[in-house]
């Protein structure tokens, strides 16, 4: 394979760039468009029209909104704590981006000659003839998603505003108490797979025209990981961080301009991020009909499985009211943390049976 | 290449590190402590221990430190930038020296130099480490794992008897 840089062919560079690339840019466009999206669903659901003035059918609301956003004047309060202020932000994008790096959206494809696995953290082993990925992807994920509350931590607390505070505390409760179900409830699909890389547990959800999905054989974890992934990035029905007629905008009351576009980002992108997870480990990942035939195929499986979570996202939230506080509490401590037990135990025992 | 990645990883543990102490505000100090622990966990990547990673950043990053950075915010600790020679800071740079000397005696002259065990790299390889750590916690370790667990039931349950007015 030609030139070969610190013992490992150039194809292999070019190819992780190239992932790396790919998938940050779609990830990119995802969120731009599920902002309009979002808008649009929702007001067809409300029987309103959505944006219309801006480019066919208001196409070009996201790069009027991101211009917009561009040019607005960039305040900083003079009370707040200038490092954790400009910090907080980054914070609260760069995990919701990252996650993306072990989650696997297609098969293996070749290109002159080269094996590269769609998956960002992977690579083709040519000796042993399989894909080695990161092998504790799952646990990377749950990781990366615990880092999202410093974000919005500290962006509350560095505004020096009483709105901003009780945002941020609020979310970071939330965020604590529901990461804490969602990490729960899947551990009843390692059981069933026995594994933690993303890859491997695609891998068997294959075959049976969809029926080995694992919402098949775990529909009350599925559902619980998707419920408390929801609480978990604050969107509605759990939006009390940013519950507008009690806090204002909650911990990015402050923030102006790109910093504020960048929370923006981050909730979308976290959008994403759990749509894709859920699609990975409970509807079968990038698995679908003649995959084997075209490998190209599996993207197109996953990023349409993707979609649709999004969409009913965007449909919960066009439904849904939201929770009162208390309500929210309780029902993660004391509803979905003992189902996630009890549903632990239950497959462990039907697992020693069968 | 490897080498490489861990001077780059070193310099910025270090410096993270050293930011830890010097910071004013003690928010910014709590960020840079997270900083030094991701180097720690990329520190167990490169030694082919990815769960252990994985649980360093949920664990220490993702939930301690998160109570460390609420209790700074809430109880609003500043620090007195006035008291800057104290006899506190020769104490512990004594107590410090001390301490690295051991350590480093420790790691030269001791078998953790050149650790031997039936654990290659192979194998964990080959099985994976998680399951190996699993297999080990379940079987040979399960005592203590079981009262570490009793321990934790035993901090809850104060917590809770702590946090309630009327039980």
């Not at chain 1, 297609?106 to 094996?115: F, L």
């Not at chain 1, 941020?168 to 108490?177: K, V």
């Not at chain 1, 909730?267 to 084997?292: C, I, Q």
């Not at chain 2, 050149?114 to 998680?130: E, F, L, N, R, W």
Request: charged fraction near 10%; include cysteine; hydrophobic fraction near 55%.
């Amino acid at each position: 394979m030609g030139m070969e840089i610190l013992g490992l062919p150039m194809m292999y560079y070019i190819a992780m760039v190239a992932k790396v690339l790919v998938t940050f840019i779609f990830v990119l466009l995802t969120v731009a468009y599920a902002t309009y999206a979002e808008r649009k669903i929702i007001g067809h659901m409300q029987v309103r029209l959505g944006p219309m003035r801006t480019g066919w059918h208001g196409l070009l609301q996201p790069i009027a909104d991101g211009l917009k956003l561009f040019f607005k004047e960039e305040i900083i309060p003079s009370q707040a704590s200038t490092f954790a202020f400009l910090v907080a932000p980054l914070i609260a994008l760069v995990p919701a981006f990252i996650t993306f790096a072990v989650i696997p959206f297609g098969g293996v494809i070749e290109i002159a000659g080269y094996k590269i696995p769609m998956q960002v953290a992977a690579y083709y082993d040519t000796a042993a003839g399989q894909v080695f990925d990161i092998n504790v992807g799952v646990l990377y994920i749950l990781a990366m998603s615990s880092l999202g509350v410093y974000g919005i931590v500290l962006a509350g607390w560095s505004s020096n505003s009483k709105y901003s505070l009780m945002g941020g505390l609020r979310a970071s409760a939330q965020l604590i108490s529901y990461e804490l179900a969602a990490g729960l409830s899947i551990i009843a699909v390692f059981m069933l797979s026995g594994t933690l890389s993303l890859n491997k547990i695609v891998a068997l959800q294959s075959g049976f025209g969809g029926f080995e999905w694992y919402i098949f054989k775990q529909p009350l974890a599925a559902f619980m990981f998707f419920v408390t992934s929801l609480a978990e990035i604050n969107r509605t029905p759990f939006d009390l961080p940013e519950a507008e007629t009690e806090l204002v905008s909650g911990f990015c009351t402050e923030y102006s301009s790109m910093k504020y576009a960048m929370f923006f980002m981050a909730e979308y992108a976290n959008m994403v991020t759990v749509s894709a997870m859920t699609v990975t480990l409970f509807l079968g990942g990038w698995n679908g009909p003649f995959t084997d035939a075209m490998p190209l195929l599996g993207p197109v499986y996953f990023i349409a499985k993707v979609y649709f979570l999004m969409f009913v996202c965007m449909w919960i939230r066009a439904t849904l009211p939201r929770y009162r506080y208390d309500q929210l509490m309780h029902l993660g401590w004391k509803v979905f943390i003992p189902l996630a037990l009890v549903n632990i135990v239950v497959t462990g025992i039907i697992g020693y049976f069968i | 290449m490897e080498t490489l990645f861990f001077l780059i990883i070193t310099l910025v543990a270090i410096v993270s590190a050293i930011l830890v102490i010097t910071f004013k505000n003690p928010i910014n100090s709590a960020l840079s402590l997270i900083m030094t622990f991701f180097c720690l966990a990329t520190y167990y990547v490169m030694l082919d221990a990815p769960f252990m990673a994985a649980v360093q950043v949920m664990v220490y990053a993702g939930a301690i430190m998160v109570l460390m950075v609420f209790t700074i915010m809430l109880l609003n600790i500043r620090v007195d930038a006035s008291k800057k020679h104290s006899h506190k800071i020769f104490l512990g740079s004594i107590i410090g020296f001390i301490t690295f000397f051991n350590l480093a005696y420790i790691l030269f002259k001791s078998r953790a130099a050149a650790p031997t065990g039936p654990y290659s790299v192979d194998m964990i390889k080959q099985i994976g480490h998680t399951e190996l750590i699993g297999k080990e916690m379940f079987t040979n370790f399960l005592l203590p794992f079981e009262i570490t667990s009793i321990l934790l039931l035993v901090a809850i349950v104060g917590a809770v008897i702590l946090a309630k007015k009327k039980i």
